[in-house]
C-alpha cells in the first residue's frame, strides 16, 4: 500500500501561481503512475494531470493544458503540479492520486492523498 501526503496549495488572485507537492511511500515509487485530480464545490471529481511511470509523458485535462505543469522525482519519490495563470473556476480541493494504469479514470487509483484546497480569489 502507498501512502501519500500533500502539501501547498492555498489562496491566490486570478493570474497567480501556486506549486501542489505530493510524497510518496510504502510502495516503489518509479512504478507509479501518478496522478492529479480535483473536485469543484457541486461538481463531480475530474481528472487534472498525469506522468508515467518511467519516461515522464504526460496527459492534462484539455482545461488546464498550457497553464500547469505535472513533474515527478524518482529519486525523492515526490510528484509536483505547478499551476499558473490561474482562474476562479480552478477552485477547488486538489488530491494525488497513485495507481498502475495510465488512465485519467479515478477508478484506475488505489491510493489517493488527503486532498488540499485552492482558491482562486477575482
Known amino acids: 500500500q502507498v501512502q501519500l501526503l500533500e502539501s501547498g496549495g492555498g489562496l491566490v488572485q486570478v493570474g497567480g501561481s501556486l506549486r501542489r507537492a505530493c510524497a510518496a511511500s510504502?510502495?516503489?515509487?518509479?512504478?507509479?503512475?501518478m496522478a492529479w485530480f480535483r473536485r469543484a464545490p457541486g461538481k463531480d471529481r475530474e481528472f487534472v494531470a498525469l506522468?508515467?511511470?518511467?519516461?515522464?509523458?504526460?496527459t492534462y485535462a484539455g482545461s488546464v493544458k498550457g497553464r500547469f505543469t505535472i513533474s515527478r522525482d524518482n529519486t525523492k519519490n515526490t510528484v509536483d503540479l505547478q499551476m499558473n495563470s490561474l482562474k476562479p473556476e480552478d477552485t477547488a480541493v486538489y488530491y494525488c492520486?497513485?495507481?498502475?494504469?495510465?488512465?485519467?479514470?479515478?477508478?484506475?487509483?488505489?491510493?489517493w492523498g488527503q486532498g488540499t484546497q485552492v482558491t482562486v480569489s477575482s
Open positions: 510504502g510502495r516503489t515509487f518509479s512504478r507509479l503512475v
Open positions: 492520486a497513485a495507481g498502475n494504469s495510465y488512465s485519467d479514470s479515478a477508478r484506475h487509483y488505489d491510493a
Open positions: 506522468i508515467t511511470k518511467s519516461d515522464g509523458a504526460t
